[in-house]
Structure formats: structure tokens, C-alpha cells
């Protein structure tokens, strides 16, 4: 694993150098402006530091660790201090002679030692990870004791789990970071592994992006009730009133009248064409007409999957622009809905186009284990999430960052 940061003027002109000089396979893990240092700085403008990592077939420990805002560097002072006053394990008869006030304290220092780790990482775990004593397993005489490193590696699987990421996936992340991790490895090291793993296996967010020539075509798919028509109106107004472009909203949700009128109002405020279609042609017609704009964003029809007559339309309107200008497909997906559905949501829309995903409704919802688990199942991009229903707000790109903290039992 390769980190390095990049400073410049612009966060994307220090992405651009982290990717001329490493490559276009980084990955971007953290973003944050810079003071300026001299006697003159209050005249400059801030500088942008962006962090990356690059995945290498030798992980570098050290080198991962290190680059995560050097917050590790006395480390190996605050692991010495740690060991000392951690408990070692006892076997069950010694367990059942200790009175309460012992195995209350013995908690509150593993407490202490884990959050101490934590911290030093911005916060990535700031809640206690680990589960009641009773809870535990009594270890076989036979086996060997496991370290603290072995537990605190435990606890975040589960804290993964708790976060309702599929046990498939929380295994293979840790069965990835057991390759590489060395004995009796410091928490920091371990953690930071893991850390940047998970970023790793979310990948680049990729939103929407202009035309490399003439118009962007936008069709955004998805079932019913997962906030599809709202979440248009938030992309077309930051499109409208951020970057001044140039907007047209389409929909072909003929089957529910009041979508439409909701994306007709949309269209009002934000005085941009709106138009419902009905047929391949009259898209092509739309096409000629707003040649001169930026994007078109084409609102869809949720369908029901045993809906064959319905899917075979929204195929036809979606591949009917082909060869004709750049087109592309977002998935929108509530994050509350349950994994068993979402897999057979994303299999339905699947056979239709490939696709982006965005995630509405992350404000109902505690947990956000369904994000990584359709990334790695259906091998898609996310581009945004949604957390309320305030237009244009509550809307950004995709966090990659943020969202690990989340899985690994942090605060935002």
C-alpha cells in the first residue's frame, strides 16, 4: 500500500498530480485545506492537501500507517503504556474467584486502551467495540491464548457485522488483513489496515459528469418510494444553480401521474423544460430539441420484476439513445431496504443496463452496511447519497471516508 499527499491550489489539481505521479488506480482517502506558513500567508489563499493510497501486490505497513495524517508517530510510546495495564486472560476457575469491582475495572481499562487507539485515527471508532464478558467464549485448554491485537480484530468484525455488513464480506476483509498483519502488530497498524481496505473495496465515487461533446443523457431507474423523483430535482438544481448549466427533465413514469407533476414543479422553480414521454421517438424528438443543453435527466417507472411488458420498454427507451450521445444509468436504492431485497432489485434492473448506484433515505436508517455490500456485490460505482428530503439539500457524492467510519463504529 502505497500514501502519499499532495498539495496545491485546488483539490483537484492535487488529485491530478497524485495521479500523474502514482497512477490513475489511487484512491482518494482524505481531503483538507492547509494554512499557508511565512510572514505574508494571510495574503495567500489556503492550500488543499489530498491524501491518496495506492494498492501494491507488498503491502508497506509502516508507509500505510504513516500516512494517515501522521497521527501515529508516538505510538509506540502510548502501545508500551497499554500493554503494561492490560489484563492478561485468566482461566475460568481464577475468573470465578474475582469479585465485580475487578472485572468492572478490568472493562474500563480495555475500554480506555482501544479508544486511546481509536481516537489517534480521527475518531474511527469512538464507541466501545467490545461486548460484555459474559458474552465471550470460554477458550479450550488446548488452544492458544489470544492477544489483545487478536481480540481488538474481533471486535471490529463484529462492530461490521452490528452495521449489517454481510458476513461474506466481513470475513473476506478480515481474512485479507490476516495476510498481511504481523504478530502481536500494534492496534494503530491493524486498524489502519483495515481502514484503508474498506476504501479501498468501495473504490472512486464516480458521479455525473459532463459530455466529452454535446449532451450528458441521464436515466435514473429504480422501484418505487426510494425518493427517485426528488432525488433528479436535487441533482438538476445543483446543476442549474451551481455550475449554471444548461437542464431539460424527461419522464417516462407515465404510470404514476403524480410523479410526474411533482418533477413538473421541480421543473417550474427551477425554469427548466420539462416534458413526459411515452415512446422511443418522442425521445429522439426530445434530443433534437434540446441539442443546445448540457444534461437531460429522464425520470423512469418503477416496475414490479415479474413485469416483463414494462421492463422490455424501459430497456427499449434506455439503449434507443446508444449511438446517438453519451448516456448513463443510476440505480437509486433506499438504504433501508433489506439486503435479501436489494440483491434481487439490483439482479432485475441488471438486465436492463449497466449502472451507477445512489443511496437515498441514509437518514432513516442507523446502519450502512447495504452501501459496501451491493458495491461488492453488484461490482457498480456509487455516485450519491440522499439523507432527507430537502431540495436542493440533502444530497452530496458518495463518501467513501465517511462511510468506513460509520462501518467501523465511528462518528461522522
Excluded: C, W
Aim: aromatic share 6%; proline share 3%; glycine share 4%.
Amino acid at each position: 500500500m502505497i500514501i502519499k499527499k499532495f498539495t496545491a491550489k485546488t483539490e483537484k489539481e492535487a488529485i491530478e498530480n497524485a495521479r500523474a505521479e502514482l497512477g490513475e488506480g489511487v484512491v482518494v482517502m482524505n481531503v483538507k485545506p492547509v494554512k499557508n506558513k511565512g510572514l505574508f500567508a494571510f495574503l495567500k489563499s489556503p492550500m488543499m492537501e489530498v491524501t491518496v493510497a495506492l494498492e501494491e501486490e507488498s503491502e508497506k505497513l509502516t508507509a500505510a500507517v504513516s500516512a494517515i495524517n501522521s497521527v501515529i508517530a508516538s505510538s509506540q510510546n502510548k502501545e508500551e503504556e497499554a500493554a503494561k495495564s492490560t489484563p492478561v486472560i485468566e482461566t475460568p476457575e481464577k475468573r470465578d474467584n474475582r469479585d465485580n469491582s475487578s472485572v468492572i475495572k478490568e472493562r474500563r481499562e480495555n475500554n480506555s486502551a482501544i479508544e486511546e487507539k481509536l481516537d489517534s485515527l480521527q475518531s474511527l471508532l469512538e464507541q466501545q467495540l467490545q461486548k460484555p464478558e459474559e458474552e465471550k467464549e470460554e477458550p479450550r485448554e488446548e488452544e492458544k491464548e489470544e492477544t489483545e491485537t487478536d481480540k481488538f480484530m474481533h471486535l471490529l468484525h463484529d462492530t461490521m457485522l452490528e452495521n449489517e455488513v454481510d458476513e461474506k464480506y466481513a470475513r473476506e476483509i478480515m481474512d485479507e488483513i490476516e495476510l498481511i498483519n504481523k504478530p502481536n502488530i500494534p492496534f494503530d497498524y491493524a486498524l489502519a489496515n483495515i481502514y484503508q481496505k474498506m476504501i479501498l473495496k468501495f473504490g472512486k465515487p464516480s458521479g455525473i459528469e459532463p459530455a466529452s461533446s454535446g449532451i450528458k443523457l441521464v436515466f435514473f431507474i429504480g422501484p418505487t418510494g426510494v425518493g427517485k423523483t426528488t432525488t433528479i430535482a436535487k441533482i438538476a438544481s445543483k446543476f442549474r444553480v451551481d455550475e449554471k448549466k444548461k437542464v431539460a427533465l424527461l419522464t417516462a413514469d407515465t404510470y404514476r401521474i403524480a410523479a410526474a407533476e411533482q418533477l413538473r414543479t421541480y421543473a417550474n422553480i427551477l425554469e427548466v423544460p420539462f416534458r413526459v414521454i411515452y415512446t422511443v421517438e418522442e425521445i429522439n424528438k426530445a434530443l433534437e430539441d434540446f441539442k443546445d443543453y448540457d444534461y437531460i435527466l429522464i425520470d423512469t417507472a418503477g416496475h414490479s420484476h415479474q413485469n416483463t411488458t414494462q421492463k422490455d420498454n424501459m430497456r427499449n427507451i434506455i439503449h434507443s439513445v446508444d449511438d446517438r450521445v453519451e448516456s448513463e444509468v443510476h440505480l437509486v436504492l433506499s438504504a433501508t431496504t433489506k439486503y435479501k431485497d436489494l440483491i434481487s432489485i439490483a439482479d432485475s434492473y441488471k438486465e436492463m443496463a449497466d449502472y451507477k448506484l445512489i443511496f437515498t433515505k441514509l437518514d432513516e436508517t442507523t446502519t450502512l452496511g447495504n452501501l459496501l455490500n451491493l458495491r461488492l456485490y453488484t461490482g457498480a460505482s456509487l455516485s450519491y447519497v440522499t439523507y432527507g428530503q430537502n431540495v436542493p439539500d440533502d444530497i452530496e457524492d458518495f463518501n467513501p471516508q465517511k462511510t468506513v467510519k460509520r462501518l467501523l463504529g465511528g462518528k461522522n
